[in-house]
């Protein structure tokens, strides 16, 4: 049962890659227009600075604003990569030393209570409400539960089948749905990074030097 | 929700009048504007919401229709219905009811009437997603179909068919030319003083927004003081002089790089060196970064703001300023096409601190800056006009925080809208260009006669 689960996890894992790399292929394949302006600014400067400065809470009134949140993002995904990582050592059979356990297990905590606080926000506040579908509450949870079960794992080597599973669904569901951000961010900071650097807005002077 | 006053206009009438293949058109000319970058951005949006409050509509009024990630989603509904699960478009789709006229209704009264294209919102996302880009391909898509709102078509128009946006005719520009050089040699003590008109090999050819010579003549005696002290070869066509282009808000690309062609045209006739951009943020934005595109063509000459020409002139010594002339507590509101899309952040801070002798930045500043709500088409669409001046208060707010006497504002839409901000919140302050600032601190010798 054990490994029959973890072959599925590794083949809906390939699935997911597999799926994300056709969307992304379909996507580049809309093509891009010419450009023609003149650039006053540095494309690749904006670009180091949308994956730099640009990505500090102080450096957008919007993470500024709301820097719990931001914070709470931030570490919500750090739960996520300390999940897949604790996944990763359960199909390949890695062991690691109890700090590390220790570690991750804090970091699973912390990464489950900004998920749910997040899924919380999404459900109480009207206008997060309003703008929030079916998909955002979904990605959300079954995230949460992916941590969660992970977390439990730490403990318990029984939750690991129903670790296994979810992981599997959530494996399936990523690029059918929001969870699908994870292979657009990149691309989506980079045209951010280009647009405004090439126009000589980003980075900031004070960052230029 | 949707005014009294718009519930009972024709246009709305129109919209709700629109046959199924009028709305089907419409598809056409999306899908074609779809590109890589629009379909990543269209499929990142995680709908955080944190967007919402770095738009000024929303923060004036807290309406969901206001909150980027809301416009955003009303385009990107429509991409998904047109697209597979895998991202692609669909070869054959079910055309009948992707659009009908709600979703059309919708569609005008966020991505026209609550949204200024500031950029604000694409500057300040977490994803890094340029809704202010998709905002206007879906402007350009409803264009398409002739529904842009009547009044911003209207300036369009007539800017196409009168060759500037107030239709002034060309004696009557020539005329007020030559009756600002009379007050320009008088100014100056110089009889030889004169505002060129189609001077062949002009290096610069400068452009101005047709509500200076049409009201506030004087704003364009203050930059020709500032060419005259810079002892500057410039001159101004007689015919293509308009630097505005309500295209870029209208979402017309054809229109707006027709109105774009015809300041090269005047490049290429009188063979000057530089297109110089008057004081007007979105002329700024539509002649410098977006005509190129409108045109598929690179500029073979340099287009400047006249912003960068006045601080070289200091930075090279053509001109004198003496600051004592201008000892009002000054602020500088910083226009969103010109700055945050523009680039033009540094340079009006240089030419205030070396024209002023009190300078107070209003916070935040710069690529930061709060829109005035001036931009977008909003000043056209007097149907919006409530909204603009409710959204208009958090610039009122900045302003009145800093304590200033005078609002610099290096571009005349702001003007419009900081004045009319000026009436409606009591301000009691005085707004001007920095062609004006700079004309009040300039030190010229006067020729003896």
Known sequence: MFTILKLGVAASGLFCAGVLMVVLIRTFAFGQKPVYARPSGSSFAGVMYAFG?????????????????????????????????????????????????????????????????????????????????????WANFLVDLFILLALISTYAEKALIPFLIIAIITFVYIPFGKLRHCAFFFYSRIIFGAYFGKRGVLPHPSRKT | ?????????????????????????????????????????????????????????????????????????????????LS?????????????????????????????????????????????????????????????????PPELQSTVTTAVEKGNNMGIPREEWIDTLQWLSEELQME???????????????KLLYTVNPREPKFFPLSLLATAKIFYAAKERWTVASDYYDVTNYGLYSGNDDEAGLLSSRLRESMVKLGAKALVLGECGHGYNSNRWEAPEWLAA???????????????????????????????????????NLVRLG??????????????????????????????????????????????LEAGKIKADQIRKTGAQVVVAPCHNCIDQLSELNREYDLKVEIKTVSEVVADALVIEKKEK
Not at chain 1, 104 to 110: G, V
Not at chain 2, 18 to 36: C, E, N, T, V, Y
Not at chain 2, 121 to 140: D, E, H
């Open chain 1, 53 to 137: 400065w640009g990505m500090l809470p102080w450096e957008k009134e919007s993470a500024a604003k709301h820097i719990w949140t931001y914070m709470g993002g931030i570490l919500y995904h750090i739960g996520i990569l300390v999940t897949m990582l604790f996944l990763a050592t359960i199909l390949l059979r890695i062991s690691f030393p109890m700090i590390w356990l220790y570690l991750a297990r804090i970091l699973l905590a912390i990464g489950l209570f900004c998920g749910v606080a997040l899924l919380i926000k999404r459900i109480l506040k009207p206008h997060l409400r309003s703008l929030s579908s079916g998909d955002d509450y």
């Open chain 2, 1 to 81: 929700m949707v005014s009294e006053k718009v519930q009972k206009d024709p246009y709305l009438d129109r919209i709700r009048n629109l046959k199924p293949d009028q709305l089907d058109s419409a598809l056409i000319p999306f899908k074609q504007l779809l590109d890589r970058k629009t379909v990543a951005n269209l499929q990142s949006c995680v709908n955080c919401g944190l967007c919402a409050e770095t738009c000024h509509y929303y923060q004036a009024t807290g309406e969901l229709e206001a909150i980027p990630a809301y416009k955003l989603r009303l385009v990107k509904s429509l991409f998904k219905k």
């Open chain 2, 84 to 148: 597979t699960m895998l991202g692609g478009l669909k070869e054959k789709p079910d055309v009948t009811g992707i659009l009908d006229s709600q979703i059309i209704e919708r569609w005008v009264d966020s991505l026209y009437g609550r949204c200024t294209l500031c950029g604000r919102c694409a500057l300040n996302c977490t994803m890094g997603i340029n809704i202010t880009r998709l905002i206007r391909m879906a402007r350009t898509t409803l264009a398409s179909i002739d529904l842009v």
């Open chain 2, 188 to 202: 100056v003590g110089d009889q030889k003083a004169l505002l060129p008109v189609d001077k062949p090999g002009a």
């Open chain 2, 298 to 336: 690179e500029d073979r000459f340099e287009v400047k703001s006249i912003i960068q020409i006045i601080a070289d002139y200091i930075r090279q010594g053509r001109i004198k300023l003496d600051r004592s002339r201008n000892q009002k507590l000054v602020t500088l509101h910083d226009p969103c």
């Open chain 2, 343 to 388: 680039g033009i952040i540094e340079e009006q801070r240089f030419i205030l601190n070396n024209a002023v002798t009190n300078f107070v930045e209003m916070h935040p500043n710069r690529e930061k800056n709060y829109c005035c709500c001036g931009g977008g088409g909003q000043l056209a669409m007097t149907r919006y006009a409530k909204r603009r």
